[in-house]
């Protein structure tokens, strides 16, 4: 899973395992710890694993998913298989898709590989959660770890603004302030999957929990590199609409005003080497439509 969501995911993991277990449907009768999950001899590197030392001490490997990974059952069953090698433990694996984007028909929970002649020489099952399929109240009022899940539960886009308050809320109430503001800055990227930018921008000012927030947080460095985005965005639309009104004031003193179907299709362009073009045939060009060109 691409960052922020894996650094925001990573830290969730960390800070509530007993919850996460509860939430991918794990009982945990025994204590949970994180144990080494970096498996960099050979470039591989998974979310999360759990130790339960319950009386038969099992392993619990946690995977994110918040892009399409079609061969995401593969890369559980290899990640598997090398947890297996290293502890020597039973694994259940799990992946929690964070959103229907990531989702796909053949991530059902069977990993199968079969030999064109019909032998099976691999079946391997593993847990699919997905979060959009959670009620957003039984979250709510969950434990809290479940809160970051809460935005991205069943609950319609207009409406998320209202969980994310509901959510600052309970970690103001009930929390210490720094598991609170690392709590919140889960919520608030996972809510990133759900919600534009200028969204979130508008709903922070009244989330108490952001005085909580370090401004070297990756949420403020994932909200700034929204802004960034959208003063290049913005320059960029302002040169192409620079271009348009240049193009249709030259053209008119050559050709006469544009018609309605001429416009729209000015209006339709969106790259400035395009508009660029344009211009230079209104040099040589006879009419609007030699100038504009075929698309």
Known sequence: MAKPFDAAGKELLELKPEAILEY???????????????????????????RVDAEFPYLVHIELQANLDVDLPRRLRRYNGMIDLRHK???LSAVILLRPEADHKDIDGHYIMNMPFGFCVDSFKYYVIRAWKYSVETLLTGDLGFLPFAPLADVPVDEVPEVLRRVDERLVRETTREEAGILMQVTLVWAGLVLDKGTIH????????????????????????GKEQGRIEGEKQGKIEGERAIIVRLGRKRFGE????TLAKLDSIQSVDRLDEI?????????????????
């Open 24 to 50: 991918v449907g794990v009982s945990a009768e025994g204590s949970v710890s994180l144990i080494e999950s970096d498996f960099s001899t050979v470039t591989a590197q998974v979310d999360s694993v759990f």
């Open 89 to 91: 433990l039973p694994i």
């Open 202 to 225: 508008e709903i922070l000012g009244g989330l108490k929990t952001m005085s909580l927030i370090e401004e070297s947080s990756y949420v403020r460095i994932w909200l700034d590199k």
């Open 258 to 261: 544009p018609d309605a179907a």
């Open 279 to 295: 211009s230079d045939r209104l040099i040589t060009a006879a009419n609007w439509t030699e100038a504009i060109g075929e698309d």
